[in-house]
């Protein structure tokens, strides 16, 4: 027989599980190019994009952008990356990054393209929060 505060405690951590799962799952703003059959797959994604946003400090932030405001979904999300990563490194070079991938832990959003060369975190990669969409980190890939 199982205790109650055990079950509850077992019930509360499988919720948790698949809280995390449901929102660490990938959105697409755009159908997936044909030329998109050798991407890296989603469980390959999805624990890199948790190692990334663990290693996000909680003071960071990017200087001289202003907030965004709240980010509803991983559609409006890609759909901002796309504008503060062209303001950075110019729209041609974000539109051969394509295609984008959101995932979302807690109040953060992480952004990333393609893999560069089969690279995770190799493209560009946008985090921001998600209540006041203010950006917290930008990198594109190497040298703009």
Known sequence: ?????KARSLIAAVISALLLSVSMAPVYADPLPASSQ???PDNQ???WAQQYL?????DESVPNLAPRGAISDGIAVIEIARQVWSEAYGAERVAHQEPYR???KNNRWLVASRANQGQLGQGLILVIDRDTGRVIRIA?????
């Open 38 to 40: 050798n991407l890296v």
């Open 45 to 47: 994604w999805r624990p």
């Open 140 to 144: 594109g890939g190497g040298t703009p």
């Open 102 to 104: 959101s995932y979302r």
């Open 54 to 58: 663990a290693s996000v400090g909680a």
């Open 1 to 5: 027989m199982i205790k109650q505060p």
